[in-house]
């Protein structure tokens, strides 16, 4: 079977100024996906936004599909970069699981766009995207579904199911893009993940963990 090289492939085999231009188009894309959709959206449209002649998209990527498999993996790549950078350093299970699903949401707030897009188009994409997508997603989860794990084993949360609460998590971080229409209103992105953040733990935990919690300061005394 022919190797074909994936989008983040060819992206991370360019150089910084090609680099650079990509991005543009990509954050073009993105706007124009967002705003208008993407059966709508026009590569002429998209190369204007970005301050381009429509022929040079095409020396970047192949087509829309790339773009918005590019946006999509942004997103993705940022969970990648930002999660572990967040964890590193902490040893305890349960901050390390509250600094985890922080970083993810502030992903998440910072790229709401690209996040919706995610939902909204993934299924159009050939299933050689959908494949990349969905690898990446199971590696930039994993680390959410480490820190689960780490607070069982140390008696913090209760005997679950890893990789449902991991993915319950995630929707959690989701949900800031799904409904800031409406929540971005009433609460701040810190408020949102300090409010959720405590309900998730607090179903979450046993007497220990609820005690452990206590004790690092995270519930306030009356």
Known sequence: MKNIQTAQERTNSTGSNSAVRRRQFVNAATDLFSNKGFHE????????????SPGLVYNY??????????????????????????????????????????AYIEVVANKPKATLLAYRYTAI???????????????TNRIISECISDCIAAGYF??????????????????????SWR??????????????????????FTDKGREHYRDLGFV???
């Open 41 to 52: 959206t026009t590569v002429k449209e998209i190369a204007e936004k970005a301050g381009a």
């Open 61 to 102: 990527v192949r087509d829309k599909e790339e773009l918005l498999l590019l946006a999509i993996m942004g997103v993705l790549e940022s969970y990648k970069k930002e999660v572990p950078k967040a964890v590193n350093g902490q040893s305890d299970p349960i901050i390390r699981f509250s600094a985890a699903l922080t």
């Open 125 to 139: 994409l050939p299933p050689s995207m959908r494949d990349q997508i969905k690898q990446l997603e199971i590696e």
């Open 158 to 179: 209760r005997e679950i199911n890893v990789e449902l609460i991991s993915y319950r998590a995630v929707l959690l971080a989701h949900g800031w893009a799904l409904k």
């Open 183 to 204: 929540l971005g209103k009433l609460h701040s992105v810190e408020e949102y993940i300090e409010g959720n953040l405590d309900l998730f733990l607090t179903a979450l």
């Open 220 to 222: 306030k005394s009356k």
